[in-house]
């Protein structure tokens, strides 16, 4: 599928400009999934809020969009279940 190839392109290319400029370090990926590491969680923390904010105003395929699971979903800050920022990652600190 040409659109998911465009899709993963985008998304793969966002997450890495925005590692460079958090400081952080790509280990590997799988599919969509990355493994990467920072020196600080707070570096970590503000990665995942710009990744996500960053992630909606990406010019996704039509045909990706077109598909409910990856539709965008618009929710009011302050309105039941909305967040200025959330993220979903695990982090491991030793």
């Given amino acids: 599928m040409h659109a998911m190839d465009t899709a ?21 990926t799988e599919g969509d999934a990355f493994i990467m590491g920072f020196h600080t969680a707070s570096q970590a923390m ?4 710009d990744l996500q904010q960053q992630l909606m105003t990406q010019p996704w395929p039509e045909q990706v969009l077109s598909f409910h699971v990856s539709a965008p979903v618009w929710a009011k800050v302050g309105q039941k279940g ?12 030793f």
């Fill in 8 to 28: 993963i392109r985008l998304h793969h290319t966002l997450i890495r400009k925005l590692l460079a400029e958090h400081r952080g370090y790509e280990s590997a």
């Fill in 46 to 49: 503000h990665f995942a809020c």
């Fill in 82 to 93: 909305a967040h200025s920022c959330s993220a979903s990652f695990t982090s491991l600190c």
